[in-house]
């Protein structure tokens, strides 16, 4: 079968920052396109930020919310996918999901259903 493992997740200030990494392995290393999704207490999960390999360079995709602040990444030789964040904020508390599918999609990537494998999750707290 296939894994992700998310590590990294942990407490901060706001405007704090924190670095996320999610490894990847078995079947899971078949699949094209990484993301990161988060579910804040009470309320749906959202996608963050996805990435995938382009022809010439990565292509990458990112929450409105979070463009300037979050950077996502890949090491494809280590299978590592990771993500920046920056200048926390309290409503961004909750778990942080890695996920994986076959390739990207312009239309859905932050559409949850789409994606075919999750990692259990890391918990990431703001404080005010």
């Known amino acids: 079968g296939g894994q992700l493992l998310e590590s990294g997740g942990g407490s901060v200030q706001t405007g704090g920052s924190l670095r996320l990494t999610c490894a990847a392995s078995?079947?899971?290393?078949?699949?094209?396109?990484m993301g990161w999704f988060r579910q804040p207490p009470g309320k749906e999960r959202e996608g963050v930020a996805a990435?995938?390999?382009?022809?010439?360079?990565?292509?990458?995709y990112y929450a409105d919310s979070v463009k300037g602040r979050f950077t996502v990444s890949q090491d494809n030789y280590n299978n590592m996918v990771y993500l920046e964040m920056n200048d926390l904020k309290p409503e961004e508390t909750g778990k942080y999901y890695c996920?994986?599918?076959?390739?990207?999609?312009?239309?859905?990537?932050?559409?949850?259903?789409?994606?075919?494998?999750w990692g259990q999750g890391t918990q990431v707290t703001v404080s005010s």
């Open positions: 990435i995938w390999r382009g022809d010439e360079s990565d292509v990458t």
């Open positions: 078995g079947s899971v290393l078949t699949q094209g396109c």
């Open positions: 996920a994986a599918r076959l390739y990207c999609d312009d239309s859905n990537w932050n559409v949850g259903k789409e994606w075919g494998y």
